[in-house]
């Protein structure tokens, strides 16, 4: 199944520049696990890069393009995810008596991997850096209101008061006071609240001291 393979011995110390084009059945493919895939309506992705040797090792940079869609993670439709990144990968090659290590150790931006034998195979390193470029909660867009909540399991409008009217809690009370009939002193209560508060604080602790007297 591997699609981007660079052969080593085509590439010396001069280096060699390479351009794969990523189509829509590679993308699939290889992205299906990631819940991402080519986007119908735009062209073959594109890996473009320079390799070559030092020694031992193959330095491999270059860009890697593609228009991918994915899900909305808000209104589970379709959003584009358009994909433009670096890639920079020195590998190693080791004996192929022993596997190659799977080492990603990230120094100075350059990502480290080994191979084997005589092919440097590019197709996991490229399905990394695209599924790595899936932000966290991807968005058709920005101002996506989610998806809408049906009318029959929505709360009436006036569960969410506006500022002024009763706090929800306090209706029973509310209903209570309605079904009182208005009395005479009612209309002076509403103007003003600082009679009402002076008079309940008078009154208690007097009674204790009258019954100690004895002669
Ligand atoms: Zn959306």
Same mark, same amino acid.
């Given at each position: ?191 003003? $609240? +600082?009679? %009402? =508060? #002076? &008079? @309940? *604080?008078?009154?208690? $602790? +007097?009674? %204790? =001291? #009258? &019954? @100690? *007297?004895?002669?």
């Amino acid at each position: 199944m591997a699609k981007l393979v660079l052969h080593i011995q085509n590439i010396d110390e001069a280096g060699k520049d390479y351009a794969f084009e990523l189509s829509h059945a590679w993308l699939d493919a290889t992205l299906q696990d990631a819940g991402l895939r080519a986007d119908p309506a735009a062209g073959p992705g594109l890996l473009q890069l320079h390799a070559q040797q030092n020694g031992t090792e193959y330095l491999v940079n270059g860009t890697l393009q593609a228009q991918l869609v994915t899900e909305c993670g808000r209104c589970l439709a379709e959003a584009k995810l358009p994909v433009k990144t670096v890639v920079a990968t020195l590998f190693s090659r080791v004996s192929g008596k022993q596997l190659p290590a799977v080492q990603e150790l990230t120094e100075d931006d350059l990502q480290r991997e080994e191979f084997v034998g005589q092919e440097i195979v590019l197709d996991d390193l490229v399905r990394e850096h695209l599924v790595l470029e899936v932000p966290m909660q991807p968005l058709c867009s920005e101002a996506c209101p989610g998806i809408p909540v049906p009318e029959r399991v929505r709360p009436p409008q006036d569960v969410f008061a506006s500022a002024g009217s009763i706090d929800p809690r306090l209706a029973p009370l509310q209903r209570l006071r309605d079904k009182v009939p208005p009395q005479p002193e009612s209309h002076a209560d509403t103007g003003s $609240k +600082q009679v %009402s =508060k #002076q &008079a @309940s *604080k008078q009154a208690p $602790k +007097q009674a %204790s =001291k #009258q &019954a @100690s *007297k004895k002669e």
